[in-house]
T-cell receptor
């Protein structure tokens, strides 16, 4: 069964450093998303991407964040200058043309020191 | 903003018992979905119920939706130790849109 994959599974970085989190969505899906979950808290929406552009973003998704779909398979989230409060589990998700069900990857656990 | 909020926050039962989790939300929805998350792991999609549906079954899972009360329930019958996980409801406002997650219910099933 096709699944969403994410790399790396864990990343430790110093405050102020740039990180790129990578995702390979399910191949025929059209909708792409990033969510995050701070330890012990609920999953929060960051950004959605459709037709090669951002379709919606949350207040969390400020100028330090960007997304890209550089080729037909990868979907990346870049944090330009990480802060301590960016430490969280970051989930990528993709949705098919119906746009109803979202399938989540296993997550990247980011720790900013 | 729409929010899915679950109760109880934590539930501990014995294997074989049924587990019921409830979710409430605030605004109109296209559908409501339930996800499971094992400790520190990814989210696994369990079941989706559309706004025009009232009840749905999938194996040992039964989901109900009451749009007049803006609430949903997830029932897991004949629970197993392997069902131990956090369960989240998430609402979708429009196709292709964002999911709004609740705080989750932490279910512990003791063998």
């Amino acid at each position: 069964e096709p699944e969403v994959t994410q790399t790396p599974s864990h990343q430790v970085t110093q405050m102020g450093q740039e990180v790129i989190l990578r995702c390979v969505p399910i191949s025929n899906h059209l909708y792409f998303y990033w969510y995050r979950q701070i330890l012990g808290q609920k999953v929060e929406f960051l950004v959605s991407f459709y037709n090669n552009e951002i379709s919606e973003k949350s207040e969390i998704f400020d100028d330090q964040f960007s997304v890209e779909r550089p080729d037909g398979s990868n979907f990346t989230l870049k944090i330009r200058s990480t802060k301590l409060e960016d430490s969280a589990m970051y989930f990528c998700a993709s949705g098919d043309m119906g746009g109803e069900t979202q399938y989540f990857g296993p997550g990247t656990r980011l720790l900013v020191l | 903003s729409q929010q899915g909020e679950e109760d109880p926050q934590a539930l501990s039962i014995q294997e074989g018992e049924n587990a019921t989790m409830n979710c409430s939300y605030k605004t109109s929805i296209n559908n409501l979905q339930w996800y499971r998350q094992n400790s520190g792991r990814g989210l696994v999609h369990l079941i989706l119920i559309r706004s025009n549906e009232r009840e749905k079954h999938s194996g040992r899972l039964r989901v109900t939706l009451d749009t007049s009360k803006k609430s949903s329930s997830l029932l897991i019958t004949a629970s197993r130790a392997a069902d131990t996980a956090s369960y989240f409801c998430a609402t979708l406002g429009n196709q292709g849109g964002k999911l709004i997650f609740g705080q989750g219910t932490e279910l512990s099933v003791k063998p």
